[in-house]
Nanobody, 134 residues
Framework: QLQLEESGGGLVQRGGSLRLSCAAS????????IGWFRQAPGKGLEGVSC???????????YYADSVKGRFTISRDNAANTVYLQMNSLKPEDTAVYFC????????????????????????WGQGTQVTVSS
């Protein structure tokens, strides 16, 4: 049983787009801080994007500098799904992408602290491979 089900990865050419989905069935994703991480070949986890819960006062989304302006995180509450729209993909984006749910927070941590909050994460998706060819 997976608490978070990911989909949408695949192989695209440089400049292409993908939309990753993260869906839950047993709890509302809008109650959690949802973070996307990625792990490139031979590298550790990197925080990519985060969206605060609906209970937060800001409701803001956050992005790593490396993806800002190209990636967009969003919620569809009716579908209980969070999306990561990835445009203008680069080979450097090649990685396994993981969605996470943190019920201990209502507001995202700063992007440079994303990997410092791994122990707080309540649920992980199974990971989805994104490969960008040059």
């Amino acid at each position: 049983q997976l608490q978070l089900e990911e989909s949408g990865g695949g192989l695209v050419q440089r400049g292409g787009s993908l939309r990753l989905s993260c869906a839950a069935s047993l709890f509302g994703l809008d109650t959690a801080v949802i973070g996307w991480f990625r792990q490139a070949p031979g590298k550790g986890l990197e925080g990519v994007s985060c969206i605060s819960s609906i209970s937060s006062s800001d409701g803001k989304s956050y992005y790593a500098d490396s993806v800002k302006g190209r990636f967009t995180i969003s919620r569809d509450n009716a579908a209980n799904t969070v999306y990561l729209q990835m445009n203008s993909l680069k080979p450097e984006d090649t990685a396994v992408y993981f969605c996470t749910a943190n019920l201990k927070r209502h507001v995202c941590p700063s992007m440079d602290r994303m990997t410092s909050t791994l122990s707080e994460i309540d649920y992980w998706g199974q990971g989805t491979q994104v490969t960008v060819s040059s």
